[in-house]
């Protein structure tokens, strides 16, 4: 990636978006929140630019955006998947990408979030899903954002269980490494993650905190 401009109409899209997907869905709402806010901090700790690290922020917003598309019985579902809904899940990063295309058609900085939204499920074995791309062949934000989204998936708390602390998550990220997880960027999160409460937003490119704002 390279820098760029991001778009005055941006906020204001992901705002309405947001508040929509808030609308259907608030647990998927929050947990996108917080994915982005971390996608953001890990961009930053692998020192990309201040412009780089506002596309990771933005992608990890969206990441989960398709969800909308999905039926919130199978959303909401507090046991496992069948393969059926499996397959039928596995659709959201498509349907993100494909909510996205036409902000796309109209400015650069929205046509680069489409690889990292559509890839954030991929893994660096091939084993991934839509595209079972493999290593770089991945978005580099894209490996960012599935690490963060495990992690926030892992550690918060559910209605059908107690989210796991963080000792027990870094061990998962490790364990995992190099077959689900870009090795160099699990090092990176681990090293970094204790730090980034310390590192206040900037409150002037932060979508997360435009959206806590306007709440």
């Not at 020192?47 to 506002?54: A, D, M, S």
Request: charged fraction near 25%; charge should be neutral.
């Amino acid at each position: 990636m390279s820098w760029g401009d991001i778009p005055s109409w941006a906020n204001n899209t992901a705002l309405a978006l947001m508040q929509t997907l808030s609308y259907v869905d608030p647990v998927t709402y929050e947990h996108c929140c917080r994915v982005a806010a971390l996608s953001r901090k890990l961009a930053q700790s692998a020192g990309l630019n201040e412009y780089e690290q506002t596309v990771a922020e933005f992608s990890g917003l969206f990441h989960d955006l398709g969800k909308i598309g999905i039926s919130n019985e199978i959303i909401a579902k507090p046991g496992k998947l069948d393969p059926k809904e499996i397959d039928i899940m596995r659709n959201h990063p498509i349907i993100s990408e494909s909510i996205l295309k036409p902000l796309a058609e109209k400015d650069s900085f929205f046509r680069q979030l489409l690889a990292p939204v559509r890839g954030h499920h991929e893994r660096v074995d091939g084993e991934g899903y839509p595209d079972r791309l493999v290593s770089d062949k991945i978005n580099l934000l894209s490996r960012m954002i599935l690490i963060v989204d495990t992690y926030d998936a892992m550690s918060q708390t559910r209605s059908y269980r107690k989210g796991l602390p963080n000792e027990v998550v870094y061990a998962e990220l490790k364990r995992c490494s190099g077959t689900q997880f870009d090795s160099q960027l699990v090092k990176t999160f681990l090293d970094s993650h204790k730090f980034f409460g310390q590192n206040k937003d900037n409150n002037e490119t932060s979508i997360v905190e435009y959206l806590k704002r306007a709440a």
